[in-house]
């Protein structure tokens, strides 16, 4: 039996099974229906059939139906280490969807053929996001090969869809099956900063709207005798923008900008030539509000604005929900934020810390179903870019995190 320094040091001789898993993954395009792709099952095959040859046999399915790909299903698969206890489970939440290549001229490798070059692996998807899933699967290698077996159950979590909204993946799991028990620790290996340092605890409520308002065209030179949607647009806009300092003040620290953000920002073509008043005129905003504000709050709020400048300009104006998701905050003090960035500091030196966000991650729907999770991995965030690379360090670095987290005593 071994122990967590033979773990440790074999995951230092883990570079050539790395580098393997991460070339056979990158040479299957798991492109989801909406980039014109057939989605991730024959990756799904193949990573099965990797991690059964290495011994990790216990592999469930939970494939979500999809009728628009070849298989008729996207594939979610659960990996398991059995431990000795139950409860206190620790999961590695990683996706296996890529994004398209992009302009292929920006590239100076094949995006679908993964190469090695000065400690990085460049292709598409090696960091977004196989360096997370190939750092959990080798700190379960880590255990299978060293004859550990870890106090409470180690599951791996692959999921299809995160790219287009977890549709298929995370949200038709939680949706449909029971996979996730109160105590269990969940990390999401799909963002991060280049020392490790970051551990993502929240996001702020995300709403984008889209505002239409209906006035009355008339030529420019007599404006009195219409009602201008585009000048109406303009006030709500500022009227939108100022709930900032008005009502929704809070700060945070742990986000950046510490405070909600409710920006205008795209705008529809209204009237095609200048000397014309328009009567119709459609604005859209941005708004990220700190997690203790609910959406339902804010849409409260700018439905009053907008009907105090409807009867101001004499105009009609609605608006829809163009997206919108909440969930509330990780407490910076839950077991897996205080565990987890203890193995980030034993492995890389540095002290972690809980942050918040602005933009979204499926921690979102984990939180908003009552799993409290973290966001993180080390990572030079090359995601979604031509020449995306993952270092090997981050990789081999990452998996002893993990390895570290399965094996603290709780």
């Given at each position: 039996m071994g122990d967590i320094k033979s773990a440790l040091a074999y995951l230092d001789k883990a570079e050539p099974g790395i580098v393997e898993l991460e070339t056979l993954l990158t040479a299957i395009p798991a492109l989801a229906p909406e980039s014109g792709g057939d989605g991730e099952w024959k990756k799904a095959e193949a990573l099965e059939a990797w991690l059964r040859s290495k011994g990790l046999t216990d592999i469930e399915h939970h494939d979500a139906p999809d009728p628009r790909v070849s298989a008729?299903?996207?594939?979610?698969?659960?990996?398991?280490i059995k431990g000795k206890n139950p409860g206190k489970r620790v999961w590695i939440m990683a996706h296996t969807d890529v994004v398209p290549e992009g302009d292929r001229s920006l590239w100076d490798t094949e995006p679908f053929k993964a190469v090695?070059?000065?400690?990085?692996?460049?292709?598409?998807?090696?960091?977004?996001?196989?360096?997370?899933?190939?750092?959990g699967v080798f700190a379960a290698l880590a255990l299978l090969d060293n004859g550990i077996q870890p106090e409470h159950d180690v599951k791996l979590l692959l999921v299809a869809d995160?790219?287009?909204?977890?549709?298929?993946?995370?949200?038709?799991?939680l949706a449909n099956r029971q996979l996730f028990q109160a105590d269990d620790l969940i990390v999401v290996p799909d963002g991060g900063k280049a020392d490790g340092s970051?551990?993502?605890?929240?996001e702020k409520n995300i709403c984008w709207l889209k505002v239409a308002t209906k006035g009355k065209q008339c030529h420019a030179s007599r404006p009195d005798d219409g009602a201008n949607a585009f000048l109406a647009n303009c006030e709500l806009a500022l009227e939108?923008?100022?709930?900032?300092?008005?009502v929704f003040t809070d700060r945070d620290p742990i986000f950046d900008p510490q405070r909600s953000t409710i920006t205008p920002t795209k705008k529809d073509a209204n009237v095609p030539n200048i000397n014309t008043v328009p009567a119709d005129d459609v604005f859209y905003v941005d708004m990220r509000v700190l997690p203790q504000y609910s959406v339902d709050r804010v849409l409260k709020e700018c439905q009053a604005r907008m009907d105090k400048v409807a009867a101001k300009y004499g105009v009609k104006?609605?608006?829809?929900?163009?997206?919108?998701?909440?969930?509330?905050?990780?407490?910076?003090?839950?077991?897996?934020?205080?565990?987890?960035s203890?193995?980030?500091?034993?492995?890389?030196?540095?002290?972690?810390?809980?942050?918040?966000?602005?933009?979204?991650?499926?921690?979102?729907?984990?939180?908003?179903?009552?799993?409290?999770?973290?966001?993180?991995s080390r990572q030079d965030e090359t995601m979604h870019a031509p020449n995306e690379y993952a270092k090997i360090e981050n990789i081999v670095g990452d998996a002893k995190v993990f390895l570290r987290l399965i094996l603290a005593q709780r």
């Open positions: 008729g299903k996207r594939p979610n698969l659960v990996v398991t090695l070059k000065d400690g990085k692996l460049y292709g598409r998807g090696v960091e977004d996001n196989q360096q997370g899933l190939v750092s995160e790219e287009f909204g977890s549709v298929y993946g995370i949200q038709w799991l970051e551990i993502e605890t929240a939108l923008n100022r709930m900032e300092t008005e104006m609605s608006y829809e929900v163009v997206q919108r998701n909440e969930s509330p905050a990780t407490p910076v003090d839950a077991p897996v934020v205080t565990l987890l203890k193995a980030v500091e034993d492995t890389y030196g540095v002290k972690a810390k809980a942050v918040g966000i602005g933009g979204g991650t499926v921690g979102a729907y984990l939180r908003k179903a009552g799993f409290p999770c973290v966001v993180w």
